[in-house]
């Protein structure tokens, strides 16, 4: 299932996502998809979280389990053209 964080990142909650990380969440925790708060984040197209989230850390080319999809597909799928640079900028490669 789904981490609080994974949850709060959904649905565009910063101050929470501050919050859970500072308390120790584990920023790359996958849930059964094989999906991370940062393609949470990125799907939704909430930019804010996707920095910070990379800021922290974040694994900017983690894949889900059943397609391998990344952040940056799922975002550049939703047309989140700005969270498609931050992603690009921390080193996301498209060919993944």
């Given at each position: 299932?789904?981490t609080?964080?994974?949850?709060?990142?959904?649905?565009?909650?910063?101050?929470?996502?501050?919050?859970?990380?500072?308390?120790g969440?584990?920023?790359?925790?996958?849930?059964?998809?094989?999906?991370?708060?940062?393609?949470?984040?990125?799907?939704?197209?909430?930019?804010?979280i996707?920095?910070?989230?990379?800021?922290?850390?974040?694994?900017?080319?983690?894949?889900?389990?059943?397609?391998?999809?990344?952040?940056l597909?799922?975002?550049?799928?939703?047309?989140?053209?700005?969270?498609?640079?931050?992603?690009?900028?921390?080193?996301a490669?498209?060919?993944?």
């Amino acid at each position: 299932g789904q981490t609080n964080l994974h949850r709060a990142c959904q649905e565009g909650n910063l101050e929470r996502v501050i919050n859970l990380i500072n308390k120790g969440s584990d920023i790359n925790a996958q849930d059964h998809a094989g999906w991370t708060s940062l393609h949470e984040a990125a799907l939704a197209g909430h930019l804010n979280i996707v920095e910070f989230l990379l800021e922290q850390g974040a694994e900017v080319n983690a894949a889900s389990f059943d397609d391998g999809d990344t952040p940056l597909h799922d975002a550049s799928a939703k047309g989140h053209a700005e969270v498609v640079w931050a992603l690009m900028q921390y080193g996301a490669d498209p060919e993944k």
